[in-house]
């Protein structure tokens, strides 16, 4: 089985970009698609808490689930990159480039990005 047939999803990257300025004179984050790009998405064997500022110590932090996700070594994502796949968002954590130590594909780790 080729790397090729494995990687049979399609992508669409989003790169984050400076926009408009808000209120407080800061850029807002614009964020751009991407051409699709050939992937492959697996829920990793990890999951976590992310907690959100200010803390409310009575209410349970948010879960947190972890993919990994794998692209062919011409991608161009990074990290805090986001893409897209079968209509939901998701957001790198990591590139972890080629695990395998063959130079053949890129590899790394993503959550769900949730609205609001």
Known sequence: MSLA???AQSCI???REDGP???YGHPAAVWVDGPPQRCNIQT???MGYRHQE???PYEAAPMVVYYTVFFETSSTLTERDRFVLDGQVYELDL???DASGHNHHQEGQA????AG
Not at 111 to 114: E, G, I, K
């Open 111 to 114: 959550h769900v990005v949730r």
């Open 95 to 97: 590139i972890i480039g």
């Open 21 to 23: 300025e808000d209120e």
């Open 13 to 15: 990257p989003r790169y």
């Open 5 to 7: 047939s494995l990687l």
């Open 54 to 56: 200010p803390h409310n």
């Open 44 to 46: 990793a064997k990890s």
